[in-house]
């Protein structure tokens, strides 16, 4: 009797530890979303009308194959756009692919140009301060 607790409360254990390091090796992917002055939003390197931001989202998160993942959208903005209106984008995105960490930075417009397609790699050279995330 005791040999069988013994051999069961081992196996809880060893199983508890299993689920605990493959959570541990899940990959992130990270979407990256700028919003410049003029409200324009590019989701990695394409320009997505706002109505548009879930189903783009959705497409993006299918065709990695994410279901191994863990999801983070990265959205930059600049200072100038409205914070309800970078809320609204970062719904959108949520309804898209929920349970998603959130990591948001605000850009000074006027100590970098960043937009063109080749955005991101431009945000490289820049020291952020995340504002949320």
Known sequence: MKNTIAFTVLAFMSFSLFAQIS???KATFFINVYINQDKDIRLE???VAFENIRNEVEKLVSSKMTNNKNI???IYADNSVDENYIDSVEQKMLNG???AEIMRFLL???SIDINGPNWF???EA???EKVKG
């Open 23 to 25: 959570e541990a090796k």
């Open 45 to 47: 390197k394409d320009i």
């Open 72 to 74: 983070v959208y990265r």
């Open 97 to 99: 692919k929920p349970n």
């Open 108 to 110: 000074d417009k006027g």
């Open 121 to 123: 790699q431009k945000l």
């Open 126 to 128: 820049v020291k952020l």
